[in-house]
């Protein structure tokens, strides 16, 4: 029999084991992750959050499932961000999965949040079909959007592109402000918040951070994102590569005869990856981001780095900047559900990413 029970230190081992039997995804197509050795440092990143294990009564460990409280900033109101269920294949089919979710909604209600939410890979349909059942709604579908930085692009000569220092910290933090204003989920920083933020994150910091200065507005700051070096915490493959990279890889094997050509890692080989976030511009100035994006490709580049990725909501003025990049789009699906009976979700669009949920 099951019994469900929090997460011990001596737990790692067997959770990391279990995760590299657990993909997202389905037969055509499939995510793995490698958390490397350290289970717990992408819920480090949170304030509050806990991790409960299904266990049988001889020890043996058959999954867990992990959450965030996080705090509304328009209605001052607690929800939990659901990060992850993972159930070993042996013992799947056998309700698992559903008592784990059952237990975190149910200790969720006991924090006092009003509503939960997670994201759902694209091709995940285990997950899609067990959060249906359990009344989640999806609400919103985001765009990953994946970079490959494979060889140097130019900037733009009418805008500087810095490290930003404390001094810019303000302006930054207005910029960000205006850009999100508006967006589900997001909660206006100050400028010691925000400093606070980016030093909290391994892999990020105020050392990777950018500024794009205007020439022609006396160096008025105009667009700014930062680099996260999230394989820190975690490397990720495809265990099922999508077919399509399959026919590239052929096709760009090939071409590499004659040039640079982007690099498609082979499925099962893991590979690192940067996330760009933080991102906010003046409308009027695509260009400035722009050129933020080639300096970003060309600090991938010089890394020896072959991806830096954007997830965003499909309203995001970004989209429409990064598609002279050609990006390769993966979908995320987010699920919501109210856990009071008959209560109502709020919007989730537009929506704002939070970077720190962007770990698988």
């Known amino acids: 029999m099951v019994h469900i029970r929090p997460f011990e230190e001596g737990d790692t081992a067997r959770l990391l084991a279990i995760e590299k039997v657990c993909p997202h995804g389905n037969e055509h197509c499939a995510v793995g992750v490698d958390k490397k050795s350290n289970f717990t440092a992408r819920y480090a990143l949170y304030d509050n959050w806990n991790v409960l294990i299904a266990e049988e009564d001889d020890g043996e460990v058959g999954g867990w499932i992990g959450w965030t409280v996080k705090q509304s900033p328009a209605q001052q109101e607690p ?6 269920v993972m159930v070993h294949p042996a013992f799947r089919r056998k309700g698992v999965a559903t008592t784990l979710v059952h237990e975190a909604e149910q200790q969720a ?13 694209g091709p995940n349909d285990a997950s899609t079909a067990l959060f249906e059942k359990r009344g989640y709604a999806s609400m919103r579908t985001l765009k990953s959007c994946a970079l490959t930085a494979y060889k140097k692009v130019g900037i733009a000569a009418n805008y500087t592109i810095e490290h930003a220092t404390i001094r810019d910290i303000p ?20 400028p010691e918040g925000f400093a606070s933020y980016l030093n909290g994150i391994p892999g990020y910091g105020l050392e990777q951070f950018w500024v794009a200065h205007d020439k022609d507005a006396e160096g008025t700051i105009v667009a700014c994102a930062g680099l996260w070096d999230c394989s820190v915490l975690a490397e990720m493959c495809y265990t099922k590569e ?20 982007p690099r498609i890692p082979a499925e099962g080989e ?39 990725v954007a997830n965003l909501d499909p309203d995001d003025p970004l989209v429409a900047v990064l598609k002279k990049f050609k990006p390769q789009i993966d979908t995320w699906h987010i699920y919501a559900k109210a856990l009071e009976s008959g209560g109502k979700l709020p919007a989730f669009s537009p929506f704002y990413v939070d970077v720190r949920d962007c770990i698988l």
């Open 242 to 261: 999508p077919r399509m990279w399959h026919v590239m890889r052929t096709l760009l094997g090939f071409l590499s005869l004659f040039g640079r050509v």
């Open 270 to 308: 893991y590979f690192k990856v940067y996330f760009m976030t933080d991102h906010a511009f003046k409308p009027d100035h695509g260009d400035a981001m722009s050129a933020l994006i080639g300096s970003f490709n060309n600090i991938v580049f010089d890394a020896n780095r072959d991806f830096f």
């Open 109 to 121: 209600q006991e924090t006092g949040s009003k509503y939960l939410y997670c994201y759902i890979y």
């Open 79 to 84: 929800y939990v961000y659901l990060a992850e």
């Open 171 to 190: 302006a930054v933090v207005r910029l960000i402000n205006e850009y999100n204003a508006g967006r589900a989920h997001f909660a206006p920083y100050t």
